[in-house]
């Protein structure tokens, strides 16, 4: 079956840098886009960043600059560098696939900007 397994989060400071992986198997991983959201308590999830099964990219206005998403397929892994941190990019970050017309999500990992 379809697993998607986050690791990467913990607490950084204002200003630091993070990076999460995404490890993905039970599809052909080099098939689908992957996606990160991220969310916080009593908000929606948020798309952060998406990128095509052929590298395309977008971003979400508030990480544009800051964010950069990455696959590689060899590892069947998606990862998100994060640069530049703010207090209001603390979030639970999940990684997603929609594979034929289904969503899977996976655990997510806590991502904690505090001086």
């Known amino acids: 079956q379809v697993q998607l397994v986050e690791s990467g989060g913990g607490l950084v400071q204002p200003g630091g840098s993070l990076r999460l992986s995404c490890a993905a198997s039970?599809?052909?991983?080099?098939?689908?886009?992957m996606n990160w959201y991220r969310q916080v308590p009593g908000k929606q999830r948020e798309l952060v960043a998406s990128i095509s099964s052929l590298g395309s990219t977008n971003y979400a206005y508030s990480v544009k600059g800051r964010f950069t998403i990455a696959r590689d397929n060899a590892k069947n892994t998606v990862n998100l560098q994060m640069n530049s941190l703010k207090p209001e990019d603390t979030a639970v970050y999940y990684c997603?696939?929609?594979?034929?017309?289904?969503?899977?999500w996976g655990q997510g990992t806590q991502v904690t900007v505090s001086s």
């Open positions: 039970g599809y052909i991983f080099g098939d689908a886009g």
């Open positions: 997603n696939v929609v594979i034929k017309s289904r969503i899977y």
